[in-house]
C-alpha cells in the first residue's frame, strides 16, 4: 500500500514509535526491505539516494509497483535532495515524499531554499524532509559530531518558517562508517527539548549505523519516528555473502544477499518500536516472494 510519507510519520510520532527507512538502489535490496516490513508489519520508508541511484525515475516506477503490491504502509522517499531537478525527477518517478537537504547553508537560505520545494512539492502531494543543524560524516566523528547540533527553539521556528512534515535533526549520529574506536554517543537531553520546543514533531534520525541498539531504541522512543540506515544493513550483507559457503551454487548469491540484509532490518525494525504497527487495507494482498531454490533443493 503506497502512502506518503507525512500519513506514515504523523501516525508513528503520536503513538511514540519510529519507522525505518533503509536506503535501497535495486530490486534485490528494495524486496528485501518489503519483505521484512511484511514479517514485521511494520510501516516502511524507502529512501533512495540520487548519488546511489540516479535513474530514479526508473526507480521510483519499479517501487512503486511493489509498494502497491504490499499490505503494509510503504512511501517512497528521495533522501538528501541535493537540487530542484532531483525533486522534480523524484515527483515524476511516483516518489511520494522528497528530503531537501540545505543543512549546510545558513539559516535564511535553508529556509527560503526549502520553502519553495514545499510548495512544489505539496501540490503534487508529496511530502517533504528537511534538515536543520548538520548531521556529518562519521570519518569526521570528533569534529562534527558537535559542529551543528539542533537548537531546540530555532527548530521550532524553522519547521513554522518552512512548512516540511518531518525534521531531520542532528543529535550526535553521523554518516557512514566510524574510525575504529570510535563508539557515536547521542544527546538525549537535546532530543527531549527538540521534541518538547516542536510540540511534538516527527523527527528523523539520520547516520544511525554504528550506535548500539539500546541508544537507539531509547531515542526512538524519546521522540524519534524515522530512521536512516544504510552502512549497517550493507555491512550485514556483505559479512553474509563473504562468510556463505555456496555449495558450489554461486547463484545462491542474491539470494544470500537478500535474505542477509532482510534479516538485520528485521532487527533494527524491532529496535525502533514499529513492529506490528502497519495498518492493513480491506482486501490486500503481500508481496510476490522470491522462489529462489534453497541450499537444500
Ligand atoms: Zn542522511
Redesign the pocket.
Known sequence: MLVTMKEILDKASEENYAVAAPNVSNEINARACIEAAEDMKAPLILDV?YMAAPDIVFLGGMLRKLAEQTYVPVAINL??GASLEQVQMAIKGGFTSV?F?RSSCPDEENIREVQEIVKLAHAAGVSVEA?YGH?GRATNYDVDRDAALTDPEKAREYIEATGVDCL?VAIGTA?GAYPKGFVPYLDFERLVAIKKATHHFPLVL??SSGTDNESLRKACQLGINKV?I?TDLCQATAKAVKEADFEGKSMLVFHVAQTAFKEKLKEMIEVYGSAGKAWKPEGAKGIARSKFPRRSE
Open positions: 539516494a533522501d538528501h528530503m537537504d534538515e548531521v531531520a554518516h539520520h547516520g536512516n544504510n
